[in-house]
């Protein structure tokens, strides 16, 4: 075994779910932790106080630029780290966040919440509201291949990443109306119903064919359009799908 | 990836079920094989186009007996969004091994939803057999309605089958009338994302199939992955279809070939004509969002 990454979880203004998802592989985590990633930084699992060098940094919340503290932690695992990653919903769209105007307690004051993006250059995206364990296990294993792979492998990770990157480089805001705006609006929408099974608030409900979106229910967590076959489909990894899923299972084995 | 997609085999093939050929829409491939998965604990249950309260409108379901695999049997040739309800298949129905029908485009769903499971939590390693099949186009339940009620003239309500073959869309009555519409006059009223569609026989499938290369009520079926490779060689040996060599049955594979390839082609062509459907003010194109590309 070659050796590990280091990755880190930094927490902002999130509501630990997306922490918790790591942890929700169970067994998965510890094979990770074992082979694959050193865990250098996060909340309550790791004794470290401040923000470390890291090969891949896994940022949960978003930010809120009234705490100067978060400001500072994120341009600090900007600087320290290889990769950054937009960890859940509201690291990358703002998510349930988008909805706060200030006067909570026990932080009245803090009243402004940005996606990281809006901070800092943010190299990769894992939407959804928490994203689901196996997301976080997969884009591990590949950020592993990435670093630490031979060619062949780097080439694979590189390819599975790309549309995450991509979606870092698509924007900030998300909502279930990106379906209807990049989607049905441009003539892409086949009706499969991903989206409105994806929605983890059931937001979506599929009406003749179409997705029909709550807006009042949208939380602006970016699953959906994210997850929905149309956003993108590339076709160099899902042709391999049962290989890159025996390589996945393989690792973790 | 060849126009046919990854397979292991290709077979003519009929179910040995009289039950289920006269329910089914071809060779009765797909409600054989997932009541074979059912009977032999290799799926729990498996999420089908079922019937709602308006006819021909299927409403996805998940069913785990062969009396409601029976009654969602038979093409629909409008949307079921079955992808809508696999996470729901896994987590409030419990299902550990989860069987799924769809078209091409639904399989590349499913398929996504594995490698990136983004809100698809628990979903990854439920998917025991995807089964696939042959799509040209779809329709919108209105489009389906206009096609049978104004161009057919019949009332949906009466429609015993209605199938696509031989250029032609043919509606069968229960009171035994035959009603038709070519093709062609059909493509208007297919839904905007099939134009843009690279798949014909479910490339990403466990196993595929459709009426199309097959005699009538044959279908034509493709053995892709591992797994399919398993449950299909197990439904061969428990005696559940008949089977002839696809070299031996007309038209063959050549026609699947061709439909394919046209498809593919003619719809690549509208994957590139995005690139340049608009105009920048300097005189250069713009474009619309290309999904093979980039989110
Ligand atoms: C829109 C559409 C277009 C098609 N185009 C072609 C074609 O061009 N060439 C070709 O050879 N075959 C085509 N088919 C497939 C063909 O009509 C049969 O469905 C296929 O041959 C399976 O027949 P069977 O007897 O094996 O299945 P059956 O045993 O009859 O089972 C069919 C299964 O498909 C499910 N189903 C029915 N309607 C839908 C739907 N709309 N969406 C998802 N699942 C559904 C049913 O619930 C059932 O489980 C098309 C099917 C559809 C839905
Ligand atoms: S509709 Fe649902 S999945 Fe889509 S962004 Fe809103 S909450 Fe998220
Ligand atoms: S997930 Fe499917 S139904 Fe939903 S917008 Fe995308 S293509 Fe349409
Ligand atoms: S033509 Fe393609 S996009 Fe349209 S329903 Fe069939 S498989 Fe889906």
Not at chain 1, 214 to 233: E, T
Not at chain 2, 65 to 70: D, R
Not at chain 2, 82 to 98: C, F, H, M, Q
Not at chain 2, 213 to 240: C, H, Q, Y
């Amino acid at each position: 075994m070659a050796e590990k990454i280091t990755i880190g979880e930094l927490h902002l203004s999130g509501c630990t779910g997306c922490l918790v998802t790591l942890a929700d592989n169970y067994e998965g985590l510890f094979k990770l932790l074992d082979d694959y990633a050193d865990l250098v930084y996060a909340l309550t699992l790791v004794d470290v106080r401040h923000v470390p060098e890291m090969d891949v940094c896994l940022v949960e919340g978003s930010c809120c630029l009234d705490d100067k503290l978060s400001v500072e932690e994120l341009k600090e695992a900007r600087a320290k780290s290889k990769v950054l990653v937009a960890y859940g919903g509201c690291a990358a769209y703002g998510n349930i966040t988008r909805f706060c105007r200030g006067g909570q307690w026990n932080q009245p004051g803090h009243a402004s919440y940005v996606p990281i993006s809006e901070v800092v250059d943010v190299d990769l995206f894992l939407p959804s509201c928490p994203p689901c364990p196996q997301a976080i296990r997969n884009v591990a294993v590949m950020a592993y291949l990435l670093l630490k792979g031979d060619d062949e492998q780097k080439k694979l990770a590189t390819a599975y990443l790309t549309p995450l990157m991509q979606l870092a480089q698509r924007g900030n805001e998300a909502c279930g109306c990106d379906l209807m705006y990049d989607v049905i609006n441009q003539g892409l929408c086949i009706g499969c119903g991903t989206c409105a099974g994806t929605c983890p608030v059931r937001a979506i409900t599929m009406e003749y064919g179409r997705p029909n979106i709550n807006r009042d229910l949208c939380i602006k967590c970016g699953a959906c359009y994210a997850q929905c076959p149309r956003s993108w489909f590339n076709f160099d990894v899902m042709n391999n799908y049962e290989s890159i899923m025996n390589v996945i299972k393989g690792a973790m084995e | 990836m060849d126009v046919l997609g990854n397979y292991k085999s290709v077979i003519s093939a009929r179910s040995t079920d009289r039950d289920i050929l006269k329910k089914a829409q071809d060779g009765g491939i797909i409600t054989t094989l997932f009541a074979y998965a059912l009977e032999e604990g290799i799926i729990d249950g498996a999420v089908v186009a079922g019937p709602s309260d308006e006819p021909w409108r299927p409403k996805p379901m998940v069913v785990s007996t062969k009396a409601e695999l029976l009654a969602a049997a038979g093409t629909r040739y409008t949307i079921s969004p079955n992808i809508s309800l696999i996470k729901e298949a896994t987590r409030s129905y419990g299902l550990d091994r989860v069987g799924i029908v769809g078209t091409p485009c639904q399989i590349q769903a499913i398929r996504k939803a594995q490698l990136y499971p983004i809100g698809m939590r628990d979903v990854d390693d439920k998917i025991a057999l995807a089964l696939g099949i042959f799509c040209m186009e779809n329709l919108s339940y209105q489009a389906l309605e206009a096609i049978v009620e104004d161009h057919c003239n019949q009332k949906m309500e009466s429609v015993k089958k209605m199938d696509i073959g031989k250029g032609k869309f043919t509606v069968y009555t229960e009171r035994g009338a035959v009603s038709q519409m070519p093709l062609k006059l059909i493509h208007k009223y297919v839904q905007p994302g099939c134009n843009v569609c690279l798949d014909y026989v479910a490339n990403l499938a466990d196993i595929s199939s459709g009426s199309v290369g097959s005699p009538d009520g044959w279908s034509t079926v493709f053995v892709r992955s591992m797994k399919g490779n398993a449950v299909w060689d197990g439904a061969i040996e428990a005696g559940l279809f008949e089977t002839k060599p696809m070299d031996q049955v007309k038209p063959g594979l050549d026609m699947v070939k061709k439909l394919s390839t046209d498809k593919i082609t003619k719809n690549q062509k509208n994957v590139d004509a995005r690139k340049t459907a608009g105009l920048r003010a300097d005189g250069t194109p713009k474009g619309l969002r290309n999904p093979y590309e980039s989110p």
